[in-house]
């Protein structure tokens, strides 16, 4: 049996993004999904040529220098139900040799960074000897559960029913050796000495997975690049940022998806997973890579440190971004990143080479311990696999170590004085220290680094601890793209060519004068003029980003009365306005009734200032800007219910109804309106709009003060208040008066703990933020107006009209004495499908939209341009 196997459009591109530079994958743990079909047509039912073929001496050919891993739509991504496979052996899983010879088979090739030091490590490593090591409990407070590293107390960690709903909570420690931790290293040919692991299960519908399974005793600290930009030069600065993710035990994955039949072939899937995060690659469409000329044995790319395997080599591949400094406007990122280069300056690499002794099945979890040997037990252990982080310093350092452009070598990092954004980088994160107390306050951006790696110490849990262990899952996008900025079309290319881009610090860095205490108010006037400003030339910019047409047609291009729809749109901002000017007015309200409060306790307790008059001149103020509010508002409304009254007669005037036409004549042809003069008023008010915020400020800054003053008045006096009872005060001094001791004092004290206090600071702060928007929706108006009016301009004349509509009638009996011809048939294109044909015969012969009716007529009314693109040119 033969089957045809189209090429989705989707897999191409993510080829594309694979090895153009798109893709990244960042836990070690590479899991292989391999379906084997029945039969060896079935098998390669889908050509072998189409997936890459991986040859470590192409270096410039195989290496990207920089990469990001690319997002993958779950609904696209393959899964076994959409494996087609026959001649499926159920029982497979039962036959052991059958299951080994299919992992050896399937087992990928893994290729290690040239700066590796932490290499891959046999399990028999960490246990070989027990009383180098601890088991830990850590429920209700630490406690040695067994003094030594004993695989019984592992077990009974899991399986003792006194621990089984807390097995997580178990760790153990290893005594950290450079010797140990270096792992098992590489012989002198370069392949590795350690094994890989695996765990087969029936993912269904005929397939089989198989899950690899990498054991590292350290993982290496996290790789960095910092991005500055120095005299309007860029600096790239690769560095390790030890302990930011340093820890003891590392378990990575790896896994590949077959039908389930005991011959070898291509495989059907390969899944990659790394940091909680990964990539499902079809080999049916051409989206994998094999080992030089296998079809069986996929490439993984192991990345220094971090030991994620990805299904391609690159110098820098970007898993994150740290939240970034906006005040250190020469630091344009700190990206969190993994290296995967492979091959040293002459050209040698170290890999892991799969044979018939180093693919070792894991003992399944029934089996521990009725039909394995206590050395297999750690196969049921429930908790972190390592704790300790003694050896940090001994093996990374404490200072972060730089790297050169191909991540190959050591350089010395740049220094305070030629780079001193960088340092300020580092004494964020915790790396250096500062002499500067701001810059070391600023160390909680450790906080977002934790979020992609963990900060030292806690080791992974085992492969059994995985829920993609036994049944199939599919891996979730990497943290790059849960950034604001990130989109589903974003390229590695893109995003890499963002990044080189020197940000001229000339254009933001300027001498900081430090406002002394004398000015505060000036400053606060001065940034709440600025972001007035700022307001009303957003709205300006907006204007001309939502154009539309003021007078609506239907499908066949008539005009026709505006209605709900266009009414809503024309008066938006003025119910905007509206509803802005009631909030303010509360806010007013609000802040004059905690304020006369206020008042009338500060004139019964300080004497010799006349507070009343401080009242009356806020009073003033206050009806002065609910003066010019309430004008704008009626001027407003005037002004929108006049450019109502104009659109009607515009569509009257066009259409020929001039019976209807009466009802909305314009304000200006009646008495007591002069359209000029409303203008006027509008712009006097609306400079006076902007001179009342200021007044409104001012205001709030005085009722701060004052507040600020009673709360603190006030808590002293209750702090004095019981403290010392029975003793009497002379305020005379202060200017207050008939206050003496005992009852009177306490009245006196809980007489500046009131609820008006509160509503005058929330009064003000609602008549600040009610100003921003009587300004903003004014000027929106005031813009709606102007465009509105020059768009009617455009709009054409009843005579022009009326030829349109007899073209347009001229054109519809035509089609109808074509379609009523007997024997009138549907021609079908001879290249095409009958529903293709059909549906291109019934859009050409469909009623004329609007764009290619009324548009197209009055473009050559104006000089073969539409009413709206002229529109859009005015402004509108």
């Known amino acids: 049996k033969t089957t045809t196997t189209q090429t989705r459009p989707e897999a191409t591109l993510l080829l594309k993004r694979l090895f153009n530079g798109s893709t990244m994958v960042t836990w070690t743990r590479v899991v292989v999904l391999i379906a084997v079909s029945g039969t060896s047509q079935a098998q390669n039912a889908f050509p072998s040529d189409m997936n890459h073929h991986f040859f470590p001496e192409n270096v410039d050919e195989e290496t990207n220098p920089c990469n990001i891993p690319p997002f993958q739509d779950p609904e696209l991504q393959w899964t076994p139900e959409g494996a087609q496979c026959d001649n499926v052996m159920d029982d497979i899983l039962n036959d052991k040799e059958s299951i080994q010879a299919l992992a050896e088979a399937y087992a990928p090739f893994l290729y290690f960074h040239p700066r590796e030091r932490f290499t891959m490590s046999s399990v028999d490593r960490t246990f070989v000897d027990p009383s180098k090591g601890k088991v830990y409990l850590d429920l209700n407070g630490l406690e040695v559960f067994s003094p030594t590293l004993d695989q019984n107390a592992l077990l009974a960690s899991t399986r003792d029913r006194n621990h089984v709903m807390h097995s997580h909570k178990f760790f153990f420690e290893r005594n950290a050796t450079a010797d140990y931790l270096l792992g098992d290293q590489f012989t002198d040919e370069g392949r590795s000495r350690a094994p890989i692991y695996y765990k087969p299960f029936d993912s269904g519908n005929g397939t089989l997975t198989i899950n690899y399974f990498m054991y590292y005793t350290w993982n290496g600290p996290a790789n960095v690049v910092v991005l500055t930009s120095i005299n309007q030069k860029l600096q790239v600065t690769r560095l390790t940022v030890p302990p930011f993710g340093v820890h003891e035990g590392d378990w990575e994955a790896f896994s590949v998806t077959v039908c389930k039949n005991s011959e070898p072939s291509q495989p059907l899937a390969l899944t990659y997973r790394q940091h909680g995060f990964g990539q499902v690659l079809d080999c049916t469409v051409g989206e994998c890579t094999f080992h030089r000329e296998s079809e069986t044995h996929p490439v993984g790319f192991v990345a220094r440190g971090s030991h994620a395997v990805y299904p391609f080599s690159a110098k820098e591949i970007v898993t994150s971004e740290v939240f970034p400094i906006e005040f250190f406007f020469n630091l344009q990122g700190v990206l969190i990143t993994d290296r995967t280069a492979y091959a040293g300056r002459n050209g040698t690499y170290r890999y892991f080479e799969p044979n018939i002794t180093n693919i070792v099945r894991l003992a399944e979890q029934d089996d521990i311990p009725a039909n394995v040997s206590s050395s297999e037990y750690w196969g049921a252990f429930g908790g972190r696999w390592g704790s300790t982080e003694d050896i940090v310093a001994t093996l990374n350092g404490t200072a972060a170590n730089c790297m050169d452009n191909e991540t190959l070598d050591h350089v010395p990092c740049p220094t305070q004085l030629n780079n001193s954004v960088f340092h300020e980088v580092l004494v964020m994160l915790g790396v250096e220290n500062s002499s500067e107390a701001l810059l070391n306050s600023a160390r909680d951006i450790r906080h977002f680094f934790r979020q992609a790696f963990p900060y030292s110490a806690q080791g992974p849990f085992g492969p059994a601890s995985n829920a993609f262990y036994s049944q199939y899952r599919i891996p979730g996008n990497a943290q790059l793209w849960s950034l604001p900025s990130s989109s589903s079309n974003m390229t590695a290319e893109s995003y890499c060519e963002a990044l080189l881009v020197p940000i001229d610090p000339e254009k933001f860095i300027s001498d900081i004068e430090v406002i002394p205490l004398s000015k505060n108010v000036l400053g606060i006037l001065c940034m709440c003029i600025f972001f007035t400003i700022l307001n009303i030339i957003y709205f300006l910019t907006k204007r001309n980003q939502d154009v539309r047409a003021v007078l609506l047609t239907d499908e066949e291009g008539r005009y026709q009365q505006p209605g709900r729809e266009t009414r809503r749109w024309v008066f938006l901002h003025a119910w905007i306005y509206t509803i802005a000017y009631v909030i303010t007015v509360i806010g007013a309200l609000l802040f004059f009734v905690g304020y006369t409060a206020l008042t009338d306790l500060l004139e019964q307790t300080f004497t010799s200032i006349n507070f009343n ?43 020929g109804d001039e019976d209807s036409r009466p009802r909305f004549d314009p304000f200006e042809k009646r008495c007591c309106y002069s359209t000029e003069a409303v203008d006027v008023v509008y712009l006097t008010t609306f400079a006076l709009l902007l001179v009342s915020l200021i007044l409104a400020v001012i205001m709030v800054i005085v009722a701060i003060f004052n507040i600020g003053f009673a709360y603190a008045f006030g808590q002293i006096c209750d702090d004095t208040s019981g403290a010392i009872d029975g003793v009497c005060f002379r305020w005379d001094a202060l200017g207050i008066e008939d206050v003496r001791c005992g009852s009177e004092f ?39 107006n102007r465009s509105v009016k020059r768009a009617l301009l455009l709009y054409p004349k009843h005579e022009d009209y009326l030829k349109f509509l007899e073209k347009l009638d001229s054109a519809s009996i035509g089609r109808s004495f074509k379609a009523s011809q007997p024997g009138a048939a549907v021609v079908l294109s001879p290249t095409k499908n009958t529903a293709e044909s059909a549906k291109e015969n019934e859009e050409e012969n469909a009623t004329p939209s609007r764009h290619n009716t009324v548009s197209d007529f009055f473009s050559n009314l104006f000089g073969g341009r539409s009413a709206e693109s002229q529109f859009a040119d005015e402004g509108g």
Request: aromatic share 14%; charged share 15%; proline share 0%.
């Open 746 to 784: 306490e009245e006196f004290c809980n007489a500046w703990n009131r609820k008006e206090m509160s509503a005058t600071l929330w009064g003000a702060f609602i008549v600040i933020c009610g100003h921003f928007y009587l300004i903003a929706s004014g000027g929106m108006v005031a813009l709606s």
């Open 613 to 655: 008059a401080v009242e009356l001149m806020f009073l003033v103020l206050g009806l002065f800007i609910l003066m010019i509010d309430s004008v704008l508002l009626i001027i407003l409304w005037l002004r929108t219910e006049d450019l109502w009254r104009r659109i009607n007669t515009t569509y009257f005037e066009i259409v």
